[in-house]
Nanobody
């Protein structure tokens, strides 16, 4: 599976942004998907995850209420909608995919994901 993240850019605090992750190579309808981010000088952290059919989602506590993960399996694409962007959201955002043990599982850790996109940079100015 090849993953291509896009949609990042320079935005102002309070703006909204939607990141996209387009998959190719295989149909990802049987893959759990996730978004991670890595801020300068920090480790890559889990942001949000979604099950194969989209029925289950999990968010990091730090982004709950502002981030929404969704997927369109017909388009082989996963999205991350970010509202009310804050300077602390500045990071490279990565999408990831892997086949879960159960179709309703959401994968939460880096080690659980085999396939990664190249990342898209989001910079939030205050």
């Amino acid at each position: 599976v090849q993953l291509q993240a896009s949609g990042g850019g320079l935005v102002q605090a309070g703006d909204s942004l939607t990141l996209s992750c387009a998959a190719s190579g295989r149909t990802v309808s049987n893959y759990a998907m996730g978004w991670f981010r890595q801020a300068p000088g920090k480790e890559r952290e889990f942001v949000a995850g979604i099950s194969t059919g989209g029925g289950s989602t999990v968010y990091a506590n730090s982004v709950k209420g502002r981030f929404t993960i969704s997927r369109d399996n017909a388009k082989n694409t996963v999205y991350l909608r970010i509202n009310n962007l804050k300077p602390e959201d500045t990071a490279v955002y990565y999408c990831a995919a892997d086949r879960p043990f159960s179709l309703e599982n959401v994968l939460l850790s880096r080690a659980q994901y085999k396939y990664w996109g190249q990342g898209t940079l989001v910079t939030v100015s205050s």
